[in-house]
């Protein structure tokens, strides 16, 4: 299992359309075949960067994945919305694999 992990650069001011962007994904991400953690928008501290994180079962699946989220029409709209009102100022994409697991469970105080 590989998780992605997408860091994004946006425009400060545009915050309010990074967040509809995420909430599309947050539909076609899911139904085009990778498990979405979540899109995580500023709140405190950085005012441009922002982050989208899911797990995909290898690179094999992620490009067959980014085939049907291209073809997914909402997807294309999506890619079409960010293009058009450019509040994506970078885009930087990470594979990483969970090196600590199994985890311990949660012991709360």
Not at 66 to 72: F, G, I, K, N, V
Not at 73 to 90: Q, T
Request: hydrophobic letters at 40%; proline letters at 6%.
């Amino acid at each position: 299992m590989l998780t992605c992990f997408i860091r994004y650069e946006i425009d400060p001011f545009r915050k309010d359309a990074f967040i509809e962007y995420a909430r599309n994904w947050g539909q076609a991400i899911p139904r085009n075949g990778a498990d979405l953690i979540g899109y995580f928008a500023p709140h405190e501290g950085s005012a441009t960067t922002a982050y989208g994180v899911y797990n995909i079962e290898s690179l094999a699946a992620y490009e067959a994945y980014r085939t049907r989220l291209a073809a997914d029409p909402l997807g294309r709209e999506n890619y079409e919305f960010a293009k058009r009102e450019r509040f994506i100022l970078k885009e930087d994409r990470i594979f990483l694999t969970n090196a600590s697991l199994p985890h311990a469970k949660l012991v709360l105080p």
